[in-house]
């Protein structure tokens, strides 16, 4: 092969490279699109309920650390933010609110995830954060804390659904189990559905469960379906939250793709994910368009 052959082929691999879709992704960096909008909730209509936007979300959203089988996410919360992701899902241990996955640190707090976000949302005031808290250790959430939330203005704890534009620039709490400030919330997966045997049953489950969030009631709730699994850690091949997503995203987005071609307004609600990339997150944007 010659110069110019070399050169092709160099090329040939670039351009491949550059037109595969980001679906998945467990890099540190966050490599945007030059016309990438940060803020893309600006063009949603101020009186549409927070229930009705289809709204990207990470599961397990502190879960850098710990090693594969604790990894859910690689990019920090600001990144997480700047991609596009409105739906934090966030454990926390003991009085003072240390962020956890099961019981592995995550080497932050809730006030410091809380302030992450305030500082985010005061440069893209368009933009609202939905946060879902769950506690793990025994015991809740401290009173001091829940009264600071409650007369914290940035922070919307009210169980009635806002309209974006009540919530512009503020958190959005969303209520389940111990946790009892903010919306309701309804989850179409069930006990268990996070765990995974092989791909296939998960692509039905998540095929599933979307389908059921379409045609959820959501007046007086947020509804949110996962695409995130694990394997247990038994059986010759490991299916780590990184291994799933790595299969599930692309065919998440290859999924979605094929919905969007149907040409229906649709609301799935919340999707809260596993290492997603920024075009599967703009493939779920888009569909508020
Ligand atoms: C976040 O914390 C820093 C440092 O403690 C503080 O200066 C800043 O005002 C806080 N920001 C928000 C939005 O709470
Ligand atoms: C995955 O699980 C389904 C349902 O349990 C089964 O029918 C299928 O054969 C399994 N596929 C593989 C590759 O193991």
């Known amino acids: 092969m010659g110069v110019t052959g070399a050169v092709f082929c160099v090329l040939m691999l670039l351009l491949h490279k550059s037109t595969q879709q980001q679906a998945f992704n467990d890099k540190a960096t966050l490599n945007l699109p ?30 850098l650390h710990g090693g594969p089988a604790a990894e859910c996410q690689s990019w ?33 707090t809730f006030a410091n995830v809380l302030n992450k976000t305030s500082t985010f949302l005061s440069q893209y005031k368009t933009e609202t954060v939905l946060i879902r808290v769950k506690h793990e250790s025994k015991g809740n959430i401290p009173e001091n804390v829940i009264n600071q939330l409650k007369n914290d203005p940035g922070c919307w704890v009210s169980d009635q659904i806002p309209r974006i534009g009540d919530v512009r620039g503020k ?58 699994g694990t394997g247990l850690p038994l059986g010759r091949i490991f299916k780590t939250p990184n291994r ?11 999924y979605l793709k094929d919905v969007t071609k149907q040409n229906l307004k649709r609301c799935f609600g919340i999707v809260a994910m596993d290492f997603p990339g920024f075009d599967l997150i703009q493939k779920i944007i888009g569909f508020n368009n």
């Open 244 to 254: 799933v997503a790595k299969k599930i995203n692309p065919w998440l987005y290859g």
């Open 34 to 63: 030059p016309s990438y909008r940060v803020g893309w909730m600006e063009t949603l209509d101020d009186e549409k309920l927070i229930s009705d936007v289809n709204i990207p979300g990470t599961h397990d959203t502190m879960s």
């Open 76 to 108: 920090s919360l600001h990144n997480q933010l700047l991609a596009g992701i409105r739906y934090l899902d966030l454990r926390v241990w003991g009085r003072k609110l240390i962020i956890v996955h099961g019981v592995i640190p995550q080497f932050t």
């Open 171 to 228: 958190i959005v709490f969303v209520q389940k189990n111990s946790f009892k400030l903010g919306i309701p919330l309804f989850e179409t997966d069930q006990r268990g559905d996070y765990k995974v045997r092989n791909i296939s049953e998960k692509e039905d489950k998540i095929t599933e469960h979307l389908k059921q969030a379409l045609g959820a009631r959501k007046t007086d709730r947020a509804v949110l379906s996962y695409s995130s």
